[in-house]
Nanobody
């Protein structure tokens, strides 16, 4: 399993970014796909997840601002981030897992920096 995240960058507070993650090495149509992030000096934290059926779950900080989606045909997962805040700064990691109790396979991360 390999995951390649992209789309990070520098953006001003209030701006938007769209992260993408390409998964390869298996058929991920039945997998959960999602995103975590890690701010400097802080532990990695959950951001959003989407099931194979399209059910979504968000952290409290992302609700109403972030939207996760996926494309089964391309084995891709996306994270649209709007109204970005300085505290959204961090490295964003995508992952896949077969079910809620399975191990996660992680991508390499993409850096998001939100300036004030």
């Amino acid at each position: 399993v390999q995951l390649q995240a992209s789309g990070g960058g520098l953006v001003q507070a209030g701006g938007s970014l769209r992260l993408s993650c390409a998964a390869s090495g298996s058929d991920f149509s039945g997998y959960i796909m999602g995103w975590h992030r890690q701010a400097p000096g802080r532990p990695r934290e959950f951001v959003a997840a989407i099931t194979s059926g399209g059910s979504t779950n968000y952290s409290d900080s992302g609700k109403g601002r972030f939207t996760i989606s996926r494309d089964h045909t391309k084995n891709m997962v996306y994270l649209q981030m709007n109204s970005l805040k300085v505290e959204d700064t961090g490295v964003y990691y995508c992952y896949v897992r077969q079910h809620s109790f399975a191990k996660r396979y992680w991508g390499q991360g993409t850096l998001v920096t939100v300036s004030s």
